[in-house]
Nanobody
């Protein structure tokens, strides 16, 4: 059973930066490297939405709302996936969740194809 643990959330002023990290356990780095990893977020009163993912092969995709401001990266040997967030806006305030794709070697991860979720970390951006 894969377990994901996020860290790095907090309170930051608009225009500031935060770096979120997600560490996977319950699997070897070899197996971790086979999974596309993603970040999602859920703001108060809103549905959970896609933020970014990085595929097992290293390609990345971003939601339009964060493109150019956020960068996703992974370290397979450390079994981590990070989300560097710059130029933060109040509308980025949300609980951020790390997730794995359900299937090995899947090229994408969506809300419908998530295999495991982390517990989430709060990001609050003040204006």
């Amino acid at each position: 059973q894969v377990q994901l643990a996020e860290s790095g959330g907090g309170l930051v002023q608009a225009g500031g930066s935060l770096r979120l990290s997600c560490t996977a356990s319950g699997l070897t780095y070899s197996f971790f490297s086979r999974y596309t990893m993603g970040w999602f977020r859920q703001a108060p009163g809103k549905e959970r939405e896609f933020v970014a993912y990085i595929s097992w092969s290293g390609g990345s995709t971003y939601a339009d709302s964060v493109k150019g401001r956020f960068t996703i990266s992974r370290d397979n040997h450390k079994k981590t996936v990070d989300l560097e967030m710059n130029s933060l806006k109040p509308e980025d305030t949300a609980v951020y969740y790390c997730a794995t794709a359900r299937a090995e070697f899947a090229e994408v991860v969506t809300m419908q194809t998530v295999g495991s979720w982390g517990q989430g970390t709060q990001v609050t951006v003040s204006s």
